[in-house]
Structure formats: structure tokens, C-alpha cells
Nanobody, 124 residues
Framework: QVQLVESGGGLVQAGGSLRLSCVVA????????VGWFRQAPGKEREFVSA????????YYADSVKGRFTISRDNAKNTVYLQMNSLNPEDTAVYHC?????????????????WGQGTQVTVSS
């Protein structure tokens, strides 16, 4: 059984930064590709970023490219999402998701394991 636990969300002013963490428990983190998704109120869940199991391949949605950085520390079983230059449109519940694979995906249906999410609120 794989469990994902997100943390690091909160309230921040526009232009500020947050770093989200996703701890992968139950199996060695290095076995999994991990993606971050977000869901704003009244909107569908959307892809944000993904990283492969080694950490040498990353992918970003156009809306966050240049502002967000995904990384991982397999020794700590943790994947991070550094979010800079936040704006109110980034307000959402952020979820991490994982799949045992050497590649990575941008479609949420590709990921079988999900965390409960962490709220990020950006005030103007």
C-alpha cells in the first residue's frame, strides 16, 4: 500500500512563495514517478508538474512554467514543489500523485495513488 501525504500549503500574498512537500510512504520513493495537480473551486483538477523516478526529467504546465520547480529527494522519500511569484489564480487544493514507472505522465488517470491535498490560498 502506497500512501502520499502533502504538506506546506497555506495563505500567502501575491508575489510570495511556498514550498509543498509530498512524502511517499509504503514503498521506496525512488520507484515512483510523481505528479502535482491542483483543483480550484468550481474548476476541474488540472496538471501542474511531474518528475520521473530519477529526477532528471521534469515537466510543467504552461501556466506555472518559470515560476514553479519540482524536485525530489529519494533518500527522504519526498517530492517538492517550489512555488514562486504566486498569484491569486494559483489558489487551489494541490494534490500529489504517484505511479510505479520509469516514465511520467500529465494525465491524472495515469496515476493510481493520490494524496488528500493541501490548500494554497494566494491573496491579492
Amino acid at each position: 500500500q502506497v500512501q502520499l501525504v502533502e504538506s506546506g500549503g497555506g495563505l500567502v500574498q501575491a508575489g510570495g512563495s511556498l514550498r509543498l512537500s509530498c512524502v511517499v510512504a509504503g514503498r521506496p520513493c525512488k520507484m515512483y514517478a510523481v505528479g502535482w495537480f491542483r483543483q480550484a473551486p468550481g474548476k476541474e483538477r488540472e496538471f501542474v508538474s511531474a518528475i520521473n523516478w530519477i529526477g532528471d526529467r521534469t515537466y510543467y504546465a504552461d501556466s506555472v512554467k518559470g515560476r514553479f520547480t519540482i524536485s525530489r529527494d529519494n533518500a527522504k522519500n519526498t517530492v517538492y514543489l517550489q512555488m514562486n511569484s504566486l498569484n491569486p489564480e494559483d489558489t487551489a487544493v494541490y494534490h500529489c500523485a504517484a505511479r510505479g514507472s520509469t516514465t511520467w505522465g500529465t494525465d491524472q488517470s495515469w496515476y493510481p495513488y493520490w494524496g488528500q491535498g493541501t490548500q494554497v490560498t494566494v491573496s491579492s
